[in-house]
């Protein structure tokens, strides 16, 4: 496949000093000009005898580049401070939740359940059941998507659902020999025995087992694959820093603009508090080209600059019924329509989530591209925004591959991203999905949009996308 593409793609529609020009698009036309005048106004996606699911409220942590303030933390720590911080800025009593899920992708084996140990820290009653799920980079996408399940389907009024990534400290284990070893001398019952296992042990035993960075199915990482990816699209690496730059740009225009009203400040234990994601670092694109590859040497164009960095984080949000919602007084900030879960080739394929999903999401809720007001694609690598870009503006892609008609076509540069994304804001792979249903409910309040769509690709070849619709202001 990547050489039918690289020789098809080259002439994709986005031009390679395309995200240049649209900085000072975005800059310069963004939330004064929309907030002053409201979309004019569209259907409503509501169905007869189905219920309305909203979100009432999301929150999260500091998005911390890993190894910083929260290094001494455990993963537990930062979900705990998500939840009060969703407590606090809800004023929701403890005893009306119902239920809590968590996603996560590198889990604590001492705190497995960490949704559980999360909610009991932060105080919520033990008769509440919490569990956690996990489905690489949208793992809290599938946390929030069961809490809609759940309440459609009658279970429960409010959920908290949520994500949380700890990458300062992930578990390390020994040799499969070792850990042999070790299990058999907890079942040996002479002396002899022990003595006998422990002169088994060479050196080799004590080499430690690193959490795997490739994907199990074709040992490849990911940033690799992205690699492949852009060059089978014929994404430049000049494209990819311009991208990384805009998303920086972006999101500390947003940062100094008080548009992160997610955000809640922090006090790390033995620490200073934190109020503000650390990650954002506009650079220039002179700087950028001095990196070198880091994944396919000496002649790949995926860098750090224009990858998303290893973060800490946590989130959280409130999703309710909207009769409960109202019954409690709230006021909600958005219905969470339509959604749907892909998966295609994880070799070649990887990252095109967001291509796959958009159409398929697009159609379960009768829009078309252009009523989308709001789109927020998470950002994994600068080559996989513009390979999604570039596959989801292809007819040749979308027959060949896809089996559809026609492509769906590219999201607007000055809808998409607007206020940063993972390349900038970081990326706590179990918590993003919930800042990007935040964010798009945020944006639509501040636009004046209607409909909003995020998307987003995963390890595995999987990807995820769902519709969601302003709440009438």
């Known amino acids: ?85 969703l407590l606090n800025r809800t004023g929701i009593p403890k005893d009306a939740v119902d239920y809590l899920i968590y996603g996560t992708v590198i889990q604590e084996v001492k705190t497995s359940n960490v949704a559980r140990e999360a909610a009991l820290g932060a105080g919520f009653s033990d008769k509440i059941p919490a569990h956690t799920v996990t489905m690489a980079c949208i793992s809290s996408n599938q ?65 430690p087992e690193l959490p795997a960075v490739a994907e199990f199915s074709t040992a490849e990482t990911m940033g690799h694959s992205a690699d492949r990816l852009a060059a089978a699209f014929g994404v430049t690496r000049q494209e990819q820093d311009e991208f990384a730059l805009r998303s920086h740009t972006l999101a500390k225009k947003a940062q100094d603009q008080g548009l992160l009203e997610d955000v809640i400040s922090f006090k790390v234990p033995g620490r200073d508090i934190v109020s503000k994601d650390n990650g954002i670092r506009p650079s220039s694109m002179e700087q950028m080209s001095k990196l070198k590859p880091a994944f396919v040497k000496p002649h790949g164009t995926v860098t750090a600059a224009n990858s998303s960095f290893l973060t800490d984080g946590a989130s959280a949000v409130l999703i309710m019924s909207e009769e409960k919602a109202l019954s409690m007084g709230f006021k909600p900030k958005a219905y969470l329509r339509d959604f749907v879960y892909v998966s295609q080739d994880p070799k070649d394929q990887l990252l095109l989530g967001p291509t796959y999903a958009t159409p398929k999401v697009l159609e379960r809720a009768g829009l078309s591209l252009s009523d989308i007001d709001v789109f927020e694609f998470h950002e994994a690598f600068a080559g996989q925004i513009m390979a999604n870009l570039k596959a989801m503006d292809s007819d040749w892609f979308a027959q060949t591959y896809m089996g559809r008609k026609a492509k769906v076509g590219t999201p607007p540069l000055d809808k998409f991203n607007l206020w940063g994304g993972s390349l900038s804001l970081g990326h706590p792979f179990g918590a993003t999905g919930c800042r990007l249903v935040t964010t798009v409910a945020h944006r639509l309040k501040k636009e004046g949009g209607q409909y909003g769509m995020v998307a987003a690709c995963a390890a595995g070849g999987q990807g995820h996308a769902m519709v969601i619709e302003a709440y009438p202001q």
């Not at 529609?13 to 240049?20: E, F, K, L, R």
């Not at 009024?157 to 020999?177: C, L, N, Q, T, Y």
């Not at 850990?179 to 058999?184: D, G, N, P, Q, V």
Request: charged share 15%; with cysteine; net charge positive.
């Open 143 to 207: 946390a929030m998507t069961s809490a809609v399940g759940m309440i459609a389907a009658g279970q429960c009024d409010a959920i908290v659902a949520g994500g949380v990534e700890f990458m300062s400290d992930v578990p390390i284990r020994h040799s499969r020999k070792m850990r042999k070893t070790m299990l058999s001398l907890n079942k040996a019952k002479s002396v002899g025995q022990r003595l006998g296992l422990l002169a088994s042990i060479r050196l080799a035993h004590l080499a």
């Open 1 to 85: 496949m990547a050489s039918m593409l690289l020789n098809t793609m080259r002439t994709g529609a986005v031009g390679p000093s395309w995200a240049v020009r649209s900085v000072a698009r975005s800059l310069s036309t963004t939330t004064q000009l929309k907030a002053q005048v409201q979309t004019e106004s569209k259907k409503t996606l509501a169905r007869p005898g189905v219920k309305n699911i909203v979100l009432v409220e999301g929150v999260r942590t500091p998005f911390l580049l890993s190894g910083t303030t929260y290094a001494d933390l455990m993963p537990h720590d930062l979900a705990r401070a998500a939840l009060q911080g």
